[in-house]
T-cell receptor
Framework: KAGVTQTPRYLIKTRGQQVTLSCSPISGHRSVSWYQQTPGQGLQFLFE???????NKGNFPGRFSGRQFSNSRSEMNVSTLELGDSALYLC??????????????FGPGTRLTVL | AQSVTQLGSHVSVSEGALVLLRCNYS??????LFWYVQYPNQGLQLLLKYTSAATLVKGINGFEAEFKKSETSFHLTKPSAHMSDAAEYFC??????????FGTGTSLTVIP
C-alpha cells in the first residue's frame, strides 16, 4: 500500500503570498491531520479532518485553513504568509478517528520557506 | 486535557550502549501512547504504540517501551545503540476520538 504523499515537497514563497499544500492519505484512511514543525516549537497540531468535516482545530490564526475532499485527500492553505510560517508541514492519516487501534501515519512533509 | 513531557532534548550514547529516552504524560483518561522516530528531511515513522494491552510494548528496530501508570511514564529503551539509531524521537499521547499531543522531541546522537 502506498504511504501518505504530500506535494509539493519544497516551496519558497515571499511574505504576503498565499500557499496551498496537498496531502493524499493512505488508501482507505479517512482521517487526515496537519501539523507544523519548527525547531523552536516542535510539532504543533493545526487541524484534523474526517469525512470532509473539521473535527479538531489547534491554536493557529485564521490565516491557516484546510479542507478535505470526498476521496479523503486534504489541502491546507496559508494566506498572507509571514516569515514565521517557515516550517515543515506534516500530514498524517489514520483509518478512523476514535478507533481503538487508531495510529497516525505521516507523510514526508512539505518544507515551506517564506522570504 | 493531555500533554507529554520529554526529558532531555539531546541524548548522546556510545555505540553498543543502552538507549533510554524519557517520556512522561498527563491524561485524565486512559491514554494511548506512541513513540515516533524522524530521520533528517523525512516524516515521522511509528516505532511502537501502547493501547491498553500489554504494558511492555515491543517495536521496530529493537526498541521497546514500558507503560507505567503509577509513574505516568512511557520511556523508550534499546539495549544496544546502533549508528543508524541517530535521529529525533517523539513521544505522543492521545485518547480515542481526540487529537494527538506530541512532546518536543529528543535528538539522539550515537558516538562511534
Amino acid at each position: 500500500k502506498a504511504g501518505v504523499t504530500q506535494t509539493p515537497r519544497y516551496l519558497i514563497k515571499t511574505r504576503g503570498q498565499q500557499v496551498t499544500l496537498s496531502c493524499s492519505p493512505i488508501s482507505g484512511h479517512r482521517s487526515v491531520s496537519w501539523y507544523q514543525q519548527t525547531p523552536g516549537q516542535g510539532l504543533q497540531f493545526l487541524f484534523e479532518y474526517f469525512s470532509e468535516t473539521q473535527r479538531n482545530k489547534g491554536n493557529f490564526p485564521g490565516r491557516f485553513s484546510g479542507r478535505q475532499f470526498s476521496n479523503s485527500r486534504s489541502e491546507m492553505n496559508v494566506s498572507t504568509l509571514e516569515l514565521g510560517d517557515s516550517a515543515l508541514y506534516l500530514c498524517a492519516s489514520s483509518l478512523v478517528p476514535g478507533d481503538t487501534t487508531d495510529t497516525q501515519y505521516f507523510g514526508p512533509g512539505t518544507r515551506l520557506t517564506v522570504l | 486535557a493531555q500533554s507529554v513531557t520529554q526529558l532531555g532534548s539531546h541524548v548522546s550514547v556510545s555505540e553498543g550502549a543502552l538507549v533510554l529516552l524519557r517520556c512522561n504524560y498527563s491524561s485524565s483518561v486512559p491514554p494511548y501512547l506512541f513513540w515516533y522516530v524522524q530521520y533528517p528531511n523525512q516524516g515521522l515513522q511509528l516505532l511502537l504504540k501502547y493501547t491498553s494491552a500489554a504494558t511492555l510494548v515491543k517495536g521496530i528496530n529493537g526498541f521497546e517501551a514500558e507503560f507505567k501508570k503509577s509513574e505516568t511514564s512511557f520511556h523508550l529503551t534499546k539495549p544496544s545503540a546502533h549508528m543508524s539509531d541517530a535521529a529525533e524521537y517523539f513521544c505522543a499521547v492521545s485518547v480515542p476520538g481526540n487529537q494527538f499531543y506530541f512532546g518536543t522531541g529528543t535528538s539522539l546522537t550515537v558516538i562511534p
